[in-house]
């Protein structure tokens, strides 16, 4: 192979590389948005509830306790756990914590969380920024999973709730298929 043929297939090769990266930073500035389009359809990071969640204006004077409750009605073939200990939270505080879904049957079980408050006026001021109650949980026979919630006190409920609760009732789905 002559050195000509050589250096003729290098230019080649160095043009398609730099072309490629080119391409590649390119992208990169087209990801920002990509992303911006793609939430404003699917509505993810939008909202008041999602800036709730980058705030930093928590009021530490005001502590309330937050009770969670988790049951499922007799005959289902589930188990919902919630964590054991109440939760000290602050309006404004993004709070995380975990529940626990098992499916006791040997079959396919599709279910769905039920929120409710305790007292009821508190559904206008706890803002779940992320719940396992937003969807159908599709669970093998047998699976136990872990589901997230996220959530936010309202800077703007009452002073005079030291003390909440949230009960989340898992549901098995009339939509389920039986086996």
Do not use: W
């Amino acid at each position: 192979m002559s050195a000509a043929i050589v250096a003729q297939a290098n230019r080649v090769l160095l043009r398609r590389l730099s072309l490629i990266a080119l391409g590649m930073f390119g992208f990169g500035f087209a990801l920002v948005p990509l992303y911006d389009v793609l939430c404003d359809i699917t509505g993810l990071n939008r909202g008041e509830i999602q800036a709730l969640a980058k705030n930093t204006q928590v009021d530490y004077s005001r502590p309330v306790q937050v009770a969670l409750v988790a049951s499922v009605p007799q005959g289902a073939p589930l188990s919902l756990t919630a964590p054991s200990k109440p939760l000290t939270a602050h309006p404004g505080e993004l709070v995380q914590t975990e529940y626990v879904l098992e499916n006791l049957s040997d079959r396919s079980v599709v279910a769905q969380a039920i929120p409710s408050y305790s007292p009821p006026l508190m559904a206008k001021y706890f803002k779940k920024i992320e719940c396992f109650c937003f969807r159908e949980q599709r669970l093998a026979p047998r699976e136990r999973r872990t589901m997230p919630l996220m959530f936010v006190l309202d800077k703007e409920m009452p002073a005079d709730l030291p003390v909440i609760a949230i009960s989340y009732t898992m549901y098995e789905s009339p939509k389920a298929p039986r086996q």
